[in-house]
């Protein structure tokens, strides 16, 4: 077997275990489904008159509006617990356990983080499919629907890699799990839950330099209208840019844990 | 020889109870650290759903032009209700740790056990509500008025309690932190589905309808009314009495776990 599969066949049983992990332990299942599908309810049912606003961009519903943001909610949430997941792994000693064995130590960061894919792809069906069983409408239909997934799934993998870096850097779970209250700070300072045009300052001004912005934009965009290539294109090159952030940061922190221990 | 004269039990009761409060208050200031979580959860969703939903006072319909004087008491019922939370979680802590066993085996009765943990919670209620209180006045939320904010302060403390009866209650139940999602997000959507976001004629169908038997929109409009009208004995006594069938119902639950527990 040539080295490249036998590293994709590590990365795999990696992500398996992470995914196993996640579904076993409903402690680490909530933050990442239950809490956004809590609050997406709750925020279409209490703030769903903002569609009459003067300025709402036209969409069939509020819910509709809501999706990619319960969406970006899940799947930052799914970063964070990855990196909880992998803080745990290092205070455990199951990491010092893989550096030992004969693999790339980039496929250990790359084990967790196809989990975090999986989580994300997961939280990308799940919500898509609350929305048309409530009502939602997929404006763009099957290639909309194709879309939402690809980028969910691409953004909890990017943001996992964040993730990753603070606990390979940090090696403690209650640190990672401290950045819990950030994930929210930067889903409010997004156009995550409401148009930008309508948001209040200083919200509005630093939504709109947000990268998260416009990756929700680029989630959103199919599920209410039709499929624009400069949204899809300034989504995806947001996510590249939290992939370099993160691979930039992986890979820093890695070097750092193999020299520190 | 002649044996000193017993205090009378309910003095002793006060001073278990006092004990209990201290040792939640030791617990604060040892670990300052510990109740940042529930600061910050709070101040986060009121500065994020003021930035984000602060347009909604342009519709029509609705009964203040300040998002900020609207929004700010719920947001300091939700810091109670994350702290009751906390406390049915230290709960489910000592029950792991083998604290409670200690307890249980003592002669104190049951509900004084409960109670210390419970009016802890309500006292360390009066934390977050007052730091999001400070920030919604520095964001421009009205005055109250110092009966209005009285009322408050007291929805608050009794909401905290409702909180960590639930709290305790899953706790003993469950005898494991991993039961702390539960116990909060159950406190979470009690507050929120409600008219937290907006007025009632303002919520979809759906949630209007909840909103209307959930008795915690009594609660929130009992702690709200100052901030955006004035404050009424009307509108006051609804929320009296949602927290007392809600400390009457939890607190029996909460009591009934704990006898179970102990058998």
């Known amino acids: 077997m040539n080295e490249l599969a036998v590293n994709a066949r590590v990365v795999r049983a990696l992500g398996m275990r992470s995914i196993r992990q996640t579904f076993r332990r409903p402690q680490l299942m909530a933050p990442i489904l239950i809490f956004p599908t809590l609050l997406l309810a709750i925020q279409t049912g209490g703030a769903g008159g903002a569609v009459h606003l003067e300025g709402f961009p036209p969409?069939?519903?509020?819910?509709?509006?809501?999706?990619?943001?319960?969406?970006?909610?899940?799947?930052?949430?799914?970063?964070?617990?990855?990196?909880?997941?992998?803080?745990?792994?290092?205070?455990?000693?199951?990491?010092?356990?893989?550096?030992?064995?004969?693999?790339?130590?980039?496929?250990?960061?790359?084990?967790?983080?196809?989990?975090?894919?999986?989580?994300?792809?997961?939280?990308?069906?799940?919500?898509l499919a609350i929305g048309l069983i409530f009502g939602a409408e997929i404006h763009s239909g099957v290639p909309g629907v194709l879309i939402a997934m690809v980028l969910v799934t691409a953004t909890a993998m990017a943001v996992g890699g964040i993730g990753a870096a603070i606990?390979?850097?940090?090696?403690?779970?209650?640190?990672?799990?401290?950045?819990?209250?950030?994930?929210?700070?930067?889903?409010?300072?997004?156009?995550?839950?409401?148009?930008?045009?309508?948001?209040?300052?200083?919200?509005?001004?630093?939504?709109?330099?947000?990268?998260?912005?416009?990756?929700?934009?680029?989630?959103?965009?199919?599920?209410?209208?039709?499929?624009?290539?400069?949204?899809?294109?300034?989504?995806?090159?947001?996510?590249?840019?939290?992939?370099?952030?993160?691979?930039?940061?992986?890979?820093?922190?890695?070097?750092?844990?193999?020299?520190?221990? | 020889?002649?044996?000193?004269?017993?205090?009378?039990?309910?003095?002793?009761?006060?001073?278990?109870?006092?004990?209990?409060?201290?040792?939640?208050?030791?617990?604060?200031?040892?670990?300052?650290?510990?109740?940042?979580?529930?600061?910050?959860?709070?101040?986060?969703?009121?500065?994020?759903?003021?930035?984000?939903?602060g347009a909604l006072t342009q519709l029509r319909g609705f009964t203040t032009g300040s998002y900020e004087s609207f929004i700010v008491p719920v947001s300091m019922l939700q810091g109670a209700g994350f702290t009751g939370a906390a406390a049915g979680v230290n709960l489910a802590r000592d029950i792991e740790q083998g604290w409670i066993d200690r307890l249980l085996v003592s002669p104190a009765p049951r509900w004084v056990l409960l109670a210390g943990n419970v009016?802890?919670?309500?006292?360390?209620?009066?934390?977050?509500?007052?730091?999001?209180?400070?920030?919604?006045?520095?964001?421009?939320?009205?005055?109250?008025?110092?009966?209005?904010?009285?009322?408050t302060y007291f929805m608050v403390a009794a909401m905290a309690a409702v909180a960590a009866c639930w709290g305790s209650a899953l706790a003993l139940r469950f005898k494991s932190q991993s039961a702390a999602p539960l116990m909060q997000a159950g406190m979470m959507a009690l507050i929120l589905t409600t008219t937290a976001y907006a007025p009632l004629a303002l919520?979809?169908?759906?949630?209007?309808?909840?909103?209307?038997?959930?008795?915690?929109?009594?609660?929130?409009?009992?702690?709200?009314?100052?901030?955006?009208t004035g404050v009424s004995w009307t509108e006051t006594w609804p929320g009296l009495l949602a927290l007392l069938a809600l400390l009457a119902i939890l607190g029996a639950w909460a009591l009934r776990e704990m006898r179970r527990t102990a058998a």
């Open chain 2, 119 to 151: 009016l802890a919670a309500s006292a360390r209620a009066l934390i977050p509500a007052t730091f999001v209180l400070t920030i919604a006045f520095l964001l421009g939320a009205s005055w109250p008025g110092v009966d209005g904010l009285l009322v």
């Open chain 1, 167 to 261: 606990a390979l850097r940090t090696g403690s779970a209650s640190v990672v799990q401290g950045l819990f209250p950030l994930v929210l700070v930067l889903l409010f300072l997004s156009s995550a839950f409401f148009p930008n045009d309508l948001m209040i300052q200083p919200a509005k001004a630093i939504a709109e330099y947000n990268p998260l912005s416009l990756v929700v934009e680029g989630i959103r965009g199919p599920i209410i209208a039709d499929v624009d290539l400069g949204e899809l294109g300034a989504a995806v090159l947001a996510i590249a840019g939290i992939v370099a952030l993160g691979l930039l940061l992986s890979a820093r922190a890695l070097r750092h844990r193999l020299r520190v221990g």
């Open chain 1, 59 to 127: 969409v069939q519903s509020f819910l509709q509006f809501m999706l990619a943001g319960a969406m970006m909610q899940s799947l930052m949430l799914a970063g964070n617990s990855g990196g909880i997941a992998l803080a745990v792994d290092i205070e455990m000693g199951f990491t010092d356990r893989l550096f030992t064995a004969p693999i790339p130590r980039y496929t250990i960061v790359l084990g967790r983080l196809a989990g975090t894919a999986a989580l994300g792809l997961f939280a990308s069906v799940w919500f």
């Open chain 2, 1 to 53: 020889m002649e044996s000193a004269a017993q205090p009378p039990e309910w003095r002793t009761n006060l001073a278990t109870i006092g004990a209990l409060m201290a040792r939640a208050k030791n617990e604060l200031l040892r670990v300052p650290g510990a109740a940042i979580p529930g600061v910050l959860a709070p101040t986060i969703f009121f500065l994020g759903l003021n930035g984000v939903f």
């Open chain 2, 203 to 228: 919520l979809q169908p759906w949630m209007k309808s909840v909103a209307e038997v959930n008795p915690v929109t009594q609660v929130i409009d009992a702690a709200r009314q100052g901030f955006v």
